[in-house]
């Protein structure tokens, strides 16, 4: 038991110092060296639209959120995105290759083989308000486009654990 509740408060510390970094960011103004400065370096930086540059910040497998910070052609950034969401998660569809979803979502939690469907599973863990730990997991075939999508209970979660209850 001391051990969940380590890994929960070690959690809450971690929300809190990304809302603190964040609150020191400001749209349009603060540069790409700020935001390192908050974040530190990025997991990826994805190519974006009109020279823009979006830098990858993953809170899984251990939290919950992953950021993706755009830094516009002019060094200033220009949005940053929580974004394990289910209105992000409802634009992932079938046949999206897995670089795709990779630059929409962010690293995943998980990945799991299912050799005999000839299947990989990619697990993204987030939080359904107030505070429900929950799995977006995407299906992907042999040639690593989408098959389908599901949602459930974080299975690691430790309300979802089972086991003995007092």
């Known amino acids: 038991m ?14 809190g110092c990304d809302q603190r970094r964040i609150e020191k ?14 974040f530190g370096n990025p997991e990826n930086i994805w190519d974006g639209p009109g020279g823009a540059r979006v830098l990858e910040y993953n809170r ?12 516009g052609a002019d060094g200033k950034m220009s949005a940053l995105r929580q974004v394990l969401t289910p209105t992000t998660f409802a634009q992932v569809q079938a046949g999206m290759s897995m670089e795709q979803v990779r630059r929409m979502l962010g690293k995943p ?9 000839r299947e ?15 799995m977006f997991t995407v299906w ?27």
């Not at 001391?2 to 929300?15: E, Y």
């Not at 960011?25 to 908050?38: I, N």
């Not at 939690?109 to 469907?117: E, G, I, N, S, V």
């Open 2 to 15: 001391g051990l969940v509740s380590g890994l929960l408060a070690a959690l809450a510390t971690l929300v």
């Open 25 to 38: 960011l400001e749209e349009g103004v603060s540069t790409e060296a700020d935001v390192r400065a908050q």
């Open 60 to 71: 899984n497998p251990a939290g919950h959120q992953n950021y993706m910070i755009t830094i």
């Open 109 to 117: 939690a998980k990945r799991t083989p299912y050799a005999l469907k």
């Open 120 to 134: 990989e599973a990619w697990d993204w863990r987030y939080m359904q308000p107030p505070n429900t730990s929950m």
């Open 140 to 166: 992907f075939d042999p040639d690593m486009r989408v098959v389908r999508t599901s949602t459930g209970p974080d299975p690691e979660a430790p309300e979802n654990r089972g086991g003995p209850s007092r």
